[in-house]
């Protein structure tokens, strides 16, 4: 069939994207390098200057009492009764794209992707999101990166922490930090003051806030080191006796890692360290599709949301948009019949 | 006849000029959709089911003819044990119908000389599909193709914990000091990780799901920790060749950016001598 038979009959989708397929390939191959080249470099970079965010639709899950007390009503849908996530994560990736394209030093990227992350968590904790994990460091970074610049990003985290202290105590935010062996050593001082000034400051308002939300930040973090570390600690307790070898399961493996209950690389305000659910939104900006070694047990019915902005461009547009996904999904768990979203009750 | 089998010359064509650039290595499949092609057809569902795996050769046909080293599809998962009775029921029948034509000889396993590796709770599977399994592993093992995991009543979740009670029972043993249990071990201790042989299999490098859901839906964490996931709207049995192309392309695109992290250094995720 000759060219005009396919016009005659009308571009078909196969077609189109065969010819597409034709024109993309040269840059699928090695020396497709130029154009590649040529391309990125007239790509126009947007300049959206920082946003400043009015409140997100309140949901009524905080209600902030008289006595000082928080009724944090865990009901998993917001006013009009769409599914809400209890458990979001996040790959903030880009910062050091952000800057590179406005000239600035990779720190200025990093300085304004904490702040970001900041934003976004508060945002999300008014959604009636319980549960906010950051990606801040990987286990990679901390092996790949200068230490100059991981320096940098834990120092930045720890300051972040120290000057929000009273926003994060206010909300009933509490700040849980997961790492892994090789890089729990590393976490400064600073950081270390922070979470038991966190810790003292909530103690000090009073209330039972067992139940508050929790700030997750991930810094030399690794799902796969993780696993490694819940599997030699229960290897542990079970040559010790502590543990027998049949009660070895999916939720003891779980909880020995560090969302589990038992925290063993990292820090927490928390008053007792508690379970954290599963995750069931990951957001990650600046169109990489990879979970890139991020709670990998946690995800596995997590749905991904993949934006293209940057992460210091990630705005409330993008964020409702990832929580409409969330929203839309048929999340069937290997069944057939999509599942009710959950409500709890209120809890004091 | 050989002839007849061959691909178009436009599909053979397409792969050699992607064989220029970066192949995967190791490609997973989560083959969603079937029952809504069904759905969408008017056909009963068993009929979705069966152009599913019919769309599964063809796949592993691309791959192979791609030069991919080992693919990873999910056949079923033991939450879908979950479903009516009567459709599991219609699963396992189709199951040990295929593991059977695994076993013919002018199937695509046998004509490739592909691996077959079933993982999985192999408990929870009935006997007559368990035996058609075994038949036709038993009949792959000398073959040294590219290797082919059925992932079949498993989930990703169940085959860690899988790998640690096997740590576990090696440290009880004596042949594991509790201190040398790291991610190498784990790496190691995992049944879809490890070929027949029992080289190590390359870490996922491409993760594709069809029928438009964004999810994971607990197949292959570990390994396809780096990989890059692609997503689909095209149900599974109506995958076409462009589709896989353009996730290809895509591949190919966003490989740069990871070749200079530490992932590729890693030496869990890489192979130890796989094919290399």
Known sequence: MGVRGIVAQGLVVQEVSLLLALLLVPFAS?????????????????????????????S????????????????????DGTPIPRHVAIIPDGNGRWASARGLPRSAGHAAGATAALRASLA?????????????????????????????????????????????VDRAVRVRIVSSPSCAPLLPRKLHAAIADLRARAERRGGAQADGYVLCIALGYGGMADLAQAAREIARKVATGALSADSVDEEMLGAHLATGGELAYGLSSEPHVRALPPVDLLIRTSGEQRLSNFLLWQSAYAELHFAQPLWPDFG???????LRQFARADRRFGRVQPTSPETTECRV | MAADRRLPWWLRWTCAIFRAGEVPRHVAFIMDGNRRYARQLGVELQAGHTAGFDKLEQVLEWCLELGVEAVTVFAFSIDNFRRPA???????????????????????????GMRLQIVGDL???PPAVLAEMERAVALTRTH???????CFAYTAQHELLHATRAIVAATRAGELDVDEIDEHAISRAMPSNVAPDGQQVPAVDLLVRTSGERRLSNFLLWQAAGARLAFLDVLWPALSA???????????????????????????????????
């Open chain 1, 30 to 58: 090695p020396l497709g390098a130029p154009c590649r080249a040529i391309c990125a470099s007239t790509r126009q970079v947007p300049h959206w200057p920082l946003r400043s965010w009015p409140g997100v639709r309140r």
């Open chain 1, 60 to 79: 009524r899950s905080v209600v902030l009492a008289g006595d000082g007390h928080v009724n944090v009503a865990r009901r998993h849908a917001g006013a």
């Open chain 1, 124 to 168: 999300l904790f008014e959604a009636g999101v319980e549960v906010v994990s950051l990606f801040a460091l990987s286990t990679e970074n901390t092996s790949g990166r200068s230490t100059g610049e991981v320096e940098h990003i834990l120092q930045l985290v720890a300051q972040l922490l120290t000057s929000q202290a009273s926003t994060l």
């Open chain 1, 316 to 322: 409330r547009a993008d964020l409702d948009a990832a």
């Open chain 2, 86 to 112: 009567a459709e599991v029921d219609a699963l396992m029948s189709l199951a040990r119908d295929k593991f059977a034509h695994f076993q013919a000889h002018e199937s695509l396993i046998q004509r490739y």
């Open chain 2, 123 to 125: 408990h929870l599977v």
């Open chain 2, 144 to 150: 040294t193709g590219p290797l082919l995991n059925v």
């Open chain 2, 242 to 276: 462009w589709s896989f192309f353009a996730v290809l392309i895509q591949f190919q695109l966003s490989q740069p950016a990871v070749a200079s992290a530490a992932w590729r250094d890693r030496e869990c995720v890489r192979s130890s001598g796989c094919c290399s």
